[in-house]
T-cell receptor, first 110, second 118 residues
């Protein structure tokens, strides 16, 4: 699977939009971009995924660049409960395995 | 939504004991489940792929005789840590997908089992 690069940590003020970037420059045509987050001492929580079109659900929006080499997860109105480690993962539909990188530790500031 | 349940959530036992952890998909069937291990302040590390009705596939460096995996039904996979020692203390997490392999259905994760070996 393609590797992803994310900032180690980010801060965001409560109530503002949190924009989490991810680089996946070696992504191939059949690989999807998935975002998960892990709140302390819990299992990862699925957020959103996409192939090439932008996606939105009740939790977040996913913006994928036209060349698919990077993406941004947007939490529109961050709350303190959004404090977590956010993982951007690229996964092929040939293989169900998910390989986690180090993720971005997002701190929501009151 | 898809729910994956793990049991127990926490276990403390003596060195040399074998510990079984269960992973259940509550509202869907899963032909494949995955087991991860996470040490403090580190990311999740994939240990093995559990395949219903066949042998598990282990990642490089994971001892298959140490970590026994059984996937006897489409809703249950178990991980047994045999003769556990303090270095096996970790957070063990399972995941499962609703779709058939090859689709884009996301993995859903259990809440993990915190194993402490004294």
């Amino acid at each position: 699977d393609a590797k992803t690069t994310q900032p180690t940590s980010m801060d965001c003020a409560e109530g503002r939009a949190a924009n989490l970037p991810c680089n996946h420059s070696t992504i191939s045509g059949n690989e999807y971009v998935y975002w998960y987050r892990q709140i302390h001492s819990q299992g990862p929580q699925y957020i959103i995924h996409g192939l090439k079109n932008n996606e939105t659900n009740e939790m977040a929006s996913l913006i994928i660049t036209e060349d698919r080499k990077s993406s941004t997860l947007i939490l529109p109105h961050a709350t303190l409960r959004d404090t977590a480690v956010y993982y951007c993962i690229v996964r092929s539909n040939r293989d169900d395995k998910i390989i986690f990188g180090k993720g971005t530790r997002l701190h929501i500031l009151p | 939504g898809a729910v994956v349940s793990q049991h127990p959530s926490r276990v403390i036992c003596k060195s040399g004991t074998s510990v079984k952890i269960e992973c259940r998909s509550l509202d869907f069937q899963a032909t494949t489940m995955f087991w991860y291990r996470q040490f403090p302040k580190q990311s999740l590390m994939l240990m093995a792929t559990s395949n219903e009705g066949s042998k598990a596939t282990y990642e490089q460096g994971v001892e298959k005789d140490k970590f026994l995996i059984n996937h006897a039904s489409l809703t249950l996979s178990t991980l047994t840590v045999t003769s556990a020692h303090p270095e096996d203390s970790s957070f063990y997490i399972c995941s499962a997908s609703k779709g058939w392999p090859g689709g884009d259905q996301p993995q859903h994760f259990g809440d993990g089992t915190r194993l402490s070996i004294l």
